[in-house]
């Protein structure tokens, strides 16, 4: 049972994990946390519904097609919603990401009205059992396709020049232009990179919770809660509260009560701003 | 090699740079100094292309440098080591050194060649080239901010406040460096409110105040001048008292 | 003098103009406000409530309307949360002055809103707010056309306890007034009938991971599962039980009805009982729903849900008693004639309206079939 319990948190965990790491791009890169990541979930599963189930292309092209699509996307929205306000005041971008959070939500209940639609399980719903343990594939895939972008964004930030400068214009943006680094380019790819992370996040959990317009916001806040928890600057911080936050949540539902289990998640985020405000991680990559 | 002619800054209303001209020669070390929101910051940004002139022009080695991007300039071979020393915090000693010569990323043997004359120069560094920036002391974060700006390999290396918040030996370290750096083959453009430790070390000076040069010569007759000693060099109440306030409103 | 001559002859001459364009443009029209969630997670229901209800204002206005007087309506969204359901009845009942409002569908919605109609005395009819609060407040304004929690919880139980003899059987509810309702009276009818239930678990209405709730309910030893929720959250418990092996009968109240519960759930719906009052199939169906079916096809090219259904009733049971209660439609008796509303032929039934403001009707358990559809399993026929 506990066991049981621990491996259901793992796989929702690093969903929230990758939703988290949209946040720690965000905050890195533009000092903002963007209220917009859950939606950009949504998007990214709206693509594959699109690709796969309504336009018929098998799943494995229909993958990279809604990432592509999910990053051009990221790349409209930066130019019209987050590139106009770099210069603005912190607490106006704020604003400005939950305003694009709910114009994008609304925009897509337009076109595609508020009600779920079903997405076809891709890779196996039924358990598979070691002894009394059920692991649902699924879930495996989920988790592995989670832990693998982290490692490999890490990567991307840890050992490329891309990478590296965009890191450097993150932390000191008139610096960086001193040297030679396209401070808005570096912002533009960051924007990119985090919405396309959201979009794979939604783009897994399709299956599982169908697709709606609203499907980001509860994610979303989950994902938010995730970064605050392993540390708003650090990438493994991002999985590692995400991974947190979705077994806390499992066990609270398996073992005090399932009535309180998203309370139970903001809670411990409340907890962590007041005894650890730079997170489980700290300011660690 | 560097010109400025008739440079006019603004920032919204408030005019920063009255017109002013200035140029470097090839080898030399030029230094402005001044006192606090002289302008002197703002002219290095301007070279830099950080903030632009309503006017006239910026020529670098012949070639007008004033409207290309930030990075084209930094590819011209102008280098600035900024204000406050401005460290990426986060980034460790050796990913800071390699941000400065983020524009010759292609050249693999030459950046590793020229890291580790940077350890040559700077011993300090290596042994700490895996920690945090933000970790160094004022002093080795000086040494990284040259370094680092020394990675783009420029021809012209300009330094704003070296001296400022560090302890009298490590200018005196930091200065012996600069003039090494010099003596190597690059051109440099100083800015300092110390300006005994500056004028010691260049070979001509101007002196800028509420945006206007109001100064310029060879260091050695700057050292000389008697308003230049009184406001900036630091004898200004002793000259006040032996003068008997007839100088009042030169401005310390 | 003059001066009140002049006003006397400007009054009588604008008492003239009135009459005179009463009798050219006939008498205004009778007004109903509609309340319901017209974006939202709830969007879907919303549509077909205003489509029941304008097909039903359609025909009225064919056959010469209410006393002669044409019938319009007014729709106000209230997204499924209350605080903006009040709003909408605010604006329904004091900007539009409506002569009667129908709606909402949420619960909590309708519990909230129904205070404004009752302070302004304007009658309301919610077609499918089913918690059994609404009508027990000693409100007398609001009436109700769904069957309540009530009676469609203590159906199902009887039908999980009497024919098919469960005995552990754990129940799953969303943490609002809509699944609270309907677990107190599951639990209440289960402890009438001698049984506790094995587990009771809470979700909230947008939660997406059941596998808590689930894996605990099957550690239990459960043999049937009640849900008290909506379709897309059942369609999700029933997706998650079968991934994680729990292979009970899923059994739950009218929320759960919608094709779309298929759709989303697949395999794992089929077998799934709930608990309805009208689903749209045509035969066997009263000649009543079968017009209605049709009627409501022809307009708008889809079936009509059961929620389309009450609406449509909820719209003509206000016509039937607005006709009875005389030209100048007093909402007091308006709302008398809907109280003694007595084996009225409805699209859903034959509709009694209790003491309470609550339609006594028969309640139907319904499955879902294997490849998808329903078919009605309780009563035998």
Redesign the interface.
């Known amino acids: 049972m506990l066991l049981q319990q621990l491996i259901q948190g793992l796989a929702i965990g690093s969903v929230y994990g990758l939703l988290a790491l949209g946040y720690v791009l965000m905050w890195q890169a533009w000092a903002v946390l963007d209220f917009a990541r859950g939606d950009a979930a949504m998007m990214g599963a709206f693509f594959l519904l699109i690709f796969n189930v309504f336009l018929k292309i098998h799943i494995l092209l229909a993958f990279p097609l809604a990432i592509a699509a999910s990053a051009l996307t990221g790349f409209i929205i930066e130019r019209l919603a987050y590139r106009p306000l770099v210069g603005a005041r912190e607490i106006n971008r704020l604003i400005a990401t939950i305003g694009a959070g709910i114009l994008i939500r609304n925009l897509y209940r337009v076109m595609f009205g508020a009600d779920p639609f079903p997405f076809p399980t891709i890779f196996g719903e039924h358990p598979i059992y070691i002894k009394h343990l059920m692991i649902v594939p699924q879930n495996l895939w989920i988790t592995g396709i989670g832990f693998a972008l982290a490692i490999l964004l890490r990567l991307f930030l840890l050992k490329t020049w891309r990478g590296k400068a965009m890191r450097a214009a993150a932390q000191d943006r008139e610096t960086a232009a001193l040297m030679g680094i396209r401070v808005k380019n570096s912002m533009t790819l960051t924007f990119v990179v985090a919405t396309v992370l959201g979009g794979i996040a939604g783009m897994l959990i399709a299956p599982l919770y169908f697709v709606m317009a609203d499907m980001g916001v509860l994610i979303g806040l989950k994902g938010f809660a995730a970064a605050v928890l392993g540390g708003i600057e650090s990438v493994t911080g991002a999985m590692v509260g995400g991974i947190i936050l979705g077994i806390a949540e499992n066990l609270a539902g398996g073992f005090i009560s399932s009535g309180y289990q998203t309370a139970i998640a903001f809670a411990l985020m409340i907890l962590v701003l007041i005894f650890r405000p730079s997170g489980i991680m700290g300011r660690r990559l | 090699m560097l010109e400025l002619e008739n440079i006019q800054v603004f920032y919204g209303p408030v005019q920063a740079l009255h017109g002013i001209s200035l140029h470097v020669d090839e080898g030399e070390i030029v230094t402005i100094i001044g006192p606090n929101g002289a302008g002197k910051t703002t002219t290095l940004k301007t070279i830099?292309g950080?903030v632009r002139s309503r006017t006239g022009s910026i020529k670098f080695q012949g070639k007008r440098i004033d409207r290309l991007?930030?990075?084209q300039i930094?590819?011209q071979g102008i280098?600035?080591v900024?204000e406050g020393r401005?460290v990426?915090?986060?980034?460790t000693v050796l990913?800071n050194l390699?941000?400065?010569a983020?524009?010759r990323?292609s050249d693999r043997a030459g950046i590793q060649a020229d890291i580790k004359r940077m350890y040559e120069i700077f011993p300090r560094l290596e042994e700490r080239k895996a920690q945090l920036a933000e970790t160094l002391s004022g002093g080795e974060q000086q040494m990284l901010a040259i370094a680092?700006a020394l990675m783009?390999r420029p021809k012209l290396l300009m330094l704003d406040e070296p001296s400022m918040g560090l302890a009298p030996l490590v200018v005196k370290g930091i200065f012996e460096i600069i003039q090494k750096i010099n003596e190597e083959g690059t051109t440099i453009l100083l800015v300092e409110q110390n300006a005994r430790m500056a004028l010691r070390v260049a070979d001509r000076g101007y002196v800028l105040r509420t945006g206007e040069i109001v100064m310029e010569a060879s260091a050695a007759d700057l050292m000389k001048n008697e308003s230049v000693r009184r406001a900036y060099l630091g004898e200004g109440i002793y000259s006040l008292e032996k003068n008997n306030g007839s100088v009042a409103g030169t401005g310390a | 003098m003059l001066h009140r001559k002049r006003l006397m002859g400007v009054v009588a001459f604008l008492i003239l103009g009135l009459c005179l364009s009463s009798v050219t443009y006939g008498a205004p029209p009778i007004k109903i406000g509609i309340v319901a969630p017209l974006s939202g997670g709830a969007a879907m229901v919303g549509d077909t409530q205003v489509k029941g209800i304008a097909l039903a204002i359609k025909q009225i206005n064919a056959q010469g309307g209410i006393h002669g007087r044409q019938v319009v309506y007014y729709a106000e969204d209230d997204e499924q949360i209350p605080a903006k359901s009040v709003n909408a009845v605010n604006k329904l009942v004091y900007q539009q002055k409506v002569d009667a409002v129908i709606g909402t569908v949420n619960s909590s919605c309708t519990l909230a809103n129904m205070e404004i109609t009752k302070r302004a005395g304007v009658p309301q009819i919610t077609p499918i707010s089913s918690n059994p609060k609404i009508t027990r407040l000693g409100n007398p304004w609001i009436f109700r056309l769904q069957a309540s929690d009530d009676q469609q919880a203590e159906a199902i139980v009887n039908y999980a306890v009497n024919v098919l003899k469960l005995k552990k059987m754990a129940i799953m509810y969303q943490s609002d007034d809509y699944g609270t309702g309907g677990k107190d009276v599951i639990v209440r009818r289960l402890k009438e009938l001698g049984l506790e239930p094995v587990a009771v678990e809470a979700f909230n209405p947008d939660a997406k991971d059941m596998s808590a709730q689930i894996l605990k309910i099957k550690n239990a030893g459960a043999d049937g599962l009640f849900m008290w929720t909506m379709y897309a959250q059942g369609a999700l418990i029933a997706r998650q039980s079968r991934q994680l092996g729990l292979k009970v009968p899923l059994m739950g109240g009218g929320g759960l009805t919608n094709p779309k519960l298929v759709e989303l759930a697949g395999e794992a719906a089929y077998g799934l009982l709930n608990t309805q009052t009208f689903f749209p199939d045509p035969e066997g169906a009263s000649p009543e729903a079968k017009a209605f079916i049709e009627a409501y096809k022809k307009e708008y090219g889809i079936l009509p849900d059961s929620n389309a259904a009450m609406s449509y009733d909820s719209m003509m049971i206000l016509a039937e008693a607005m006709k009875k209660a005389g030209p100048a439609l007093n909402k007091k008796e308006v709302r008398d004639n809907i109280a003694a509303t007595k084996n009225y032929r409805g699209v859903t039934g034959v509709i009694t309206i209790d003491k309470y403001g609550d339609a006594n009707r028969d309640i139907l358990i319904i499955r879902v079939k294997e490849g998808g559809g329903y078919e009605v399993v309780w009563p035998k026929h």
């Not at chain 2, 990426?88 to 980034?91: A, I, N, Q, Y």
């Open positions: 830099t950080l991007l930030e990075d930094v590819g280098s600035l900024p401005r990426f915090p986060r980034l990913e390699e941000m400065g983020y524009l990323r680092r783009s």
